[in-house]
Nanobody
Framework: QVQLVESGGGLVQAGGSLRLSCAASGSIFSIKTMGWYRQAPGKQRELVAVIPNGGTTNYADSVKGRFIISRDNAKNTVYLQMNSLKPEDTAVYYC?????????WGQGTRVTVSS
């Protein structure tokens, strides 16, 4: 089992920045890919960015050049630096971790971007 605790969401004006964090605990020795997804009101959950353990990062086209995903394996934490935020980035952001043959979701952190 892996437990995930997210933080860093909030309200920000368009053009601003936020940094999300997701700390993992539990069976952390088996963590492979870490990533962020988001779900806007009335929409399906979508991938934002993923970072494999030692692999190449992958971003949704809508956030390329604005968001940066990173991970600190010593702290078992994944980050999402969000810059040049737009109102359409407003959503609940979820951390997702692949560990072993299972995946786990965080509780979500809300990001609201005002115009």
């Amino acid at each position: 089992q892996v437990q995930l605790v997210e933080s860093g969401g909030g309200l920000v004006q368009a053009g601003g920045s936020l940094r999300l964090s997701c700390a993992a605990s539990g069976s952390i020795f088996s963590i492979k890919t870490m990533g962020w997804y988001r779900q806007a009101p009335g929409k399906q959950r979508e991938l934002v960015a993923v970072i494999p353990n030692g692999g190449t990062t992958n971003y949704a086209d809508s956030v390329k050049g604005r968001f940066i995903i990173s991970r600190d394996n010593a702290k078992n934490t994944v980050y999402l630096q969000m810059n040049s935020l737009k109102p359409e980035d407003t959503a609940v952001y979820y951390c997702r971790v692949v560990a072993g043959i299972s995946f786990y979701w965080g509780q979500g952190t809300r990001v609201t971007v005002s115009s």
